[in-house]
Nanobody, 121 residues
Framework: QVQLVESGGGLVQPGGSLRLSCAAS????????MGWYRQAPGKERELVAL???????NYADSVKGRFTISRDNAKNTVYLQMNSLKPEDTAVYYC???????????????WGQGTQVTVSS
C-alpha cells in the first residue's frame, strides 16, 4: 500500500505565503512525476504544478512567478511554496504522484486526501 499525506494548509491573508508538503510512504520502488492540483468550490480540479524525477517543472499560468514546486527524493516528499497568495487561490489542494510500487514494479497513480487553503482578509 502507498499513502500520500499532505500538510501545511490553512488560512492566510492576501499577499501572504504558505508551504504545502506531501510525503509518500509504503511499498515504493520509485517515484516519477509528482504534482499539486487544486479544486475550488463549483470548479473542476486543475493542475497547479508538476515536477519530474529529474527536477523539470511545469506550472499553471495563474501561479507562475508566485508558486514554486520542489521535491526531496530521499524523503519521497514534494513541496509547494506559495507566495503572494490571492483570494482566487482558495481551494482544496491535492498531492498527486506516479509511483512504481514494489509489487510487480507496476506504475500506479495516487492522490492525497487534500488540504484546504483559504486566502481571505
Amino acid at each position: 500500500q502507498v499513502q500520500l499525506v499532505e500538510s501545511g494548509g490553512g488560512l492566510v491573508q492576501p499577499g501572504g505565503s504558505l508551504r504545502l508538503s506531501c510525503a509518500a510512504s509504503g511499498s515504493i520502488f520509485s517515484i516519477t512525476a509528482m504534482g499539486w492540483y487544486r479544486q475550488a468550490p463549483g470548479k473542476e480540479r486543475e493542475l497547479v504544478a508538476l515536477i519530474t524525477s529529474g527536477g523539470s517543472t511545469n506550472y499553471a499560468d495563474s501561479v507562475k512567478g508566485r508558486f514554486t514546486i520542489s521535491r526531496d527524493n530521499a524523503k519521497n516528499t514534494v513541496y509547494l511554496q506559495m507566495n503572494s497568495l490571492k483570494p482566487e487561490d482558495t481551494a482544496v489542494y491535492y498531492c498527486n504522484a506516479n509511483i512504481i510500487v514494489t509489487t510487480g514494479l507496476l506504475l500506479r497513480n495516487y492522490w492525497g486526501q487534500g488540504t484546504q487553503v483559504t486566502v481571505s482578509s
